[in-house]
């Protein structure tokens, strides 16, 4: 059956975190949670902002996430030196530890879907896509949540 690239991101991305959100139970990780706590550790000097964005998450979806990782230990909101309005997220050692282990269950789900020439190659597409979409400037809305065109 053909369908939408939308159809099969989105297929694919409920179905990864769910079969990762399976395997993390135990440590009271969902996988959104993973996502920005492995952002963090692999880009310490990047901002909330930059996080945020490179993830795709709306304002208020990134703060419940930071909320319940800084209440869980996992992480520690810092502000940049010389900017107090900047700030950007530090890995505690549970933190570390949680993303460690967490992401070697990601690795072994990826290596379990296949891995080859056609998986960089997907990987490389999807990324390209991503990067396209954030060129793509917001919708406006109106009080009543309604889009505007803004073309």
């Known amino acids: 059956m053909a369908g939408t690239l939308f159809g099969a991101l989105t297929r694919a991305t409920n ?3 769910r079969q990762l959100e399976e395997r993390t139970t135990e440590l009271g990780i969902r996988s959104v949670e993973y996502l920005v706590l492995r952002a963090a ?6 901002s909330t902002s930059e996080i945020r964005r ?29 900017d107090g309005r900047t700030r950007r997220l530090a890995l505690t050692f549970p933190g570390s ?16 879907i296949g891995v080859g020439p056609w998986m960089e190659e997907t ?12 060129g793509i400037p917001p919708v406006e809305l109106y009080l009543d949540g309604l889009p505007v065109d803004t073309a």
């Open 15 to 17: 179905l990864l975190s």
């Open 41 to 46: 550790s692999m880009y310490p000097g990047a």
């Open 54 to 82: 490179s993830l795709g998450l709306r304002d208020a979806a990134f703060s419940d996430v930071v909320r319940r990782t800084v209440y869980r230990g996992f992480v520690v909101q810092e502000r940049f030196p010389g």
């Open 97 to 112: 530890v949680a993303c460690g282990i967490t992401a070697g269950i990601h690795a072994e789900l990826e290596a379990e």
């Open 123 to 134: 990987i490389d597409r999807v990324d390209t896509v991503g990067r396209r979409l954030l």
